[in-house]
């Protein structure tokens, strides 16, 4: 990632400090760069440039509204995993109940537009929506390795619930892109041998 100087604001592409294959966390702490904070807030960072990609695509002006407000709100997420609990810094946000309710209320809102969902979808349609769905399942891969964190030091409680939010804020969010675009979803069909019956 891009490191940053928040005392002088200056912005340093390379630094060479990683070299020896570890970071420095907001604190002062090394670890190394296969930690699992790191595997957390990397994914958070890899799912944000996924989002980058939808939104290159030219999804509906809702729906590329919606992405770009969370990639700013991913860097917050981001800064928060990245951070120990136990430090304080006026530049780092760390994530809040408002920001799982507003997920939630997207999603309520989206709801009232799309058709009832009856069974299981296959991932896909357009293009955006299509990457929508991919980034869906690295939101649950960043909430995994945000999980295991957990369990091994305090991390920010709201911050697993949001990642567990957003995971059904892009699926309806996906939704959302083909059905504006006149696409219906795909509905799953459980295909089983001849000679087997349900």
């Given at each position: 990632m891009i490191s940053i100087s928040y005392d002088t604001f200056s912005m340093k592409i390379y630094t060479r400090t990683g070299d020896?294959?570890?970071?420095?966390?907001?604190?002062?702490?090394?670890?190394?760069?296969?930690?699992?904070?790191?595997?957390?807030?990397?994914?958070?960072?890899?799912?944000?440039?996924?989002?980058?990609?939808?939104?290159?695509?030219?999804?509906?002006?809702?729906?590329?509204?919606?992405?770009?407000?969370?990639?700013?709100?991913l860097f917050a997420l981001g800064a928060d995993l990245a951070t120990p609990l136990d430090i304080e810094h006026h530049r780092v946000r760390r994530i809040q109940a408002g920001d799982v309710a507003r997920l939630e209320s997207d999603i309520d809102a989206w709801q009232e537009i799309l058709p009832s969902l009856q069974?299981?979808?296959?991932?896909?349609?357009?293009?955006?929506?299509?990457v929508l769905h991919t980034a869906r399942t690295v939101c649950r891969r960043a909430e995994r390795a945000a999980v295991a964190l957990a369990d091994q030091e305090p991390i920010n409680k709201t911050a697993l619930r949001y990642l567990n939010r957003l995971s059904d804020w892009l699926f309806v969010l996906a939704r959302l892109q083909n059905h504006q675009q006149g696409m219906s979803d795909i509905p799953w069909q459980n295909i089983l041998p001849d000679d087997e019956v349900l």
């Open positions: 020896a294959g570890n970071t420095v966390l907001f604190g002062g702490r090394r670890v190394s760069k296969h930690h699992i904070r790191l595997e957390a807030y990397g994914t958070v960072d890899e799912l944000n440039a996924l989002l980058g990609l939808a939104e290159s695509l030219g999804p509906h002006p809702d729906v590329a509204a919606a992405i770009r407000r969370l990639q700013h709100e069974t299981f979808i296959l991932p896909g349609g357009n293009p955006p929506a299509a």
